[in-house]
């Protein structure tokens, strides 16, 4: 058992046709047909949404995205439209508010790993490959694989596990032209990305990305990119193989939850507990750190 400790009611809004209420974001459509995609504050663990929220998380998590959109955009072209708010909008959507061309989304996480960890590394240690791919012995937990790898999933539903699957199958799920532009796009976006947070004293450990295809066949980067969400961000200088690593992200959330101060069973079926206020203003820290870390600029929304 697992999905919302207490799904939310979305928000009315003259105008926009509410369409989804995912673990983080809220999907609108507007009256030209545009989506409006407002990022929560919400925060979610093992599969879980958590009755907590995090603070300037939503907002963290959009201006990142855009931070990252304006230095791919010469690689791959985005969603992003504008970040004006709709009328009638609540004002806290302010900051973390993004309209965005409607895509033909790819039913495909893309996930590009150049560092052996979480899922991948669980993989490595039953069969020494990753996704199908093989990797040579002798890699452990946080290990720099010999190239990134491109290492696709399945999008799950809110409370479900995105699966890992081969590359054969994602052919066999979009076709091999698609499947190819997949992958190249993945790894591509991942090398300018690690190359760029290297420079600021942050190793890229693994990342995911998903894609849609405009009318005219293009295709487009879409959701969120390069967040402490949807991404394993290590400072550089505690990077240490054989160990998990120090991370920008919600590992605060994690530990705590599966601590006996939580007092919460993650096999059972009981939903997780609200979150102390230590974990959730280190958590907050953390999001915000990365953000300056990689931006160069202070956090002032």
């Given at each position: 058992?697992?999905?919302?400790?207490?799904?939310?009611?979305?928000?009315?809004v003259?105008?926009?046709?509410?369409?989804?209420?995912?673990?983080?974001?809220?999907?609108?459509?507007?009256?030209?047909?545009?989506?409006?995609?407002?990022?929560?504050?919400r925060?979610?663990?093992?599969?879980?949404?958590?009755?907590?929220?995090?603070?300037?998380?939503?907002?963290?998590?959009?201006?990142?995205?855009?931070?990252?959109?304006?230095?791919?955009?010469?690689?791959?072209?985005?969603?992003?439209?504008?970040?004006?708010?709709?009328?009638?909008?609540?004002?806290?959507?302010?900051?973390r508010t993004?309209?965005?061309?409607?895509?033909?989304?790819?039913?495909?996480?893309?996930?590009?790993?150049?560092?052996?960890?979480?899922?991948?590394?669980?993989?490595?240690?039953?069969s020494?490959?990753?996704?199908?791919?093989?990797?040579?012995?002798?890699?452990?937990?946080?290990?720099?694989l010999?190239?990134?790898?491109?290492?696709?999933?399945?999008?799950?539903?809110?409370?479900?596990?995105?699966?890992?699957?081969?590359?054969?199958?994602?052919?066999?799920q979009?076709?091999?032209?698609?499947?190819?532009?997949?992958r190249?796009a993945?790894?591509?976006?991942?090398g300018?990305?690690?190359?760029?947070?290297?420079?600021?004293?942050?190793?890229?450990?693994?990342?995911?990305f998903?894609?849609?295809?405009?009318?005219?066949?293009?295709?487009?980067?879409?959701?969120?990119?390069?967040t402490?969400?949807?991404?394993?961000?290590?400072?550089?200088?505690?990077?240490?193989?054989?160990?998990?690593?120090?991370?920008?992200?919600?590992?605060?959330v994690?530990?705590?939850?599966?601590?006996?101060?939580?007092?919460?069973?993650?096999?059972?079926?009981?939903?997780?507990?609200?979150?102390?206020?230590?974990?959730?203003?280190?958590?907050?820290?953390?999001?915000i750190?990365a953000?300056?870390?990689?931006?160069?600029?202070?956090?002032?929304?």
């Open positions: 058992m697992s999905g919302f400790v207490e799904k939310p009611e979305p928000v009315e003259p105008g926009l046709v509410h369409l989804h209420t995912g673990k983080v974001r809220d999907l609108y459509r507007n009256d030209a047909g545009d989506l409006v995609m407002v990022a929560t504050d925060m979610s663990a093992y599969d879980w949404v958590l009755p907590t929220p995090i603070p300037d998380k939503g907002k963290v998590l959009t201006q990142l995205s855009l931070w990252w959109f304006d230095r791919l955009k010469d690689l791959i072209p985005h969603h992003v439209i504008s970040q004006e708010l709709p009328a009638g909008a609540p004002a806290d959507w302010a900051g993004l309209v965005c061309r409607s895509l033909d989304m790819v039913p495909v996480e893309a996930v590009a790993r150049g560092y052996l960890t979480g899922s991948g590394l669980a993989e490595y240690r039953q020494r490959t990753v996704c199908g791919i093989a990797l040579p012995e002798g890699l452990e937990d946080g290990s720099e010999p190239e990134p790898i491109f290492t696709p999933a399945t999008k799950a539903e809110v409370g479900e596990h995105d699966e890992n699957v081969s590359y054969e199958e994602v052919v066999r979009v076709g091999a032209d698609t499947a190819e532009r997949l190249r993945t790894l591509d976006v991942y300018r990305a690690r190359d760029i947070a290297r420079e600021r004293g942050i190793i890229l450990a693994d990342t995911k998903e894609f849609g295809f405009g009318q005219d066949g293009t295709l487009v980067l879409a959701d969120e990119v390069l402490p969400d949807s991404s394993r961000f290590w400072p550089a200088d505690q990077w240490q193989p054989g160990r998990a690593q120090p991370s920008y992200d919600k590992q605060f994690r530990d705590w939850l599966t601590s006996p101060a939580s007092g919460w069973d993650r096999t059972g079926e009981q939903p997780p507990p609200a979150l102390p206020d230590e974990v959730v203003a280190a958590t907050r820290a953390k999001y750190e953000y300056e870390l990689l931006t160069g600029t202070a956090w002032t929304l």
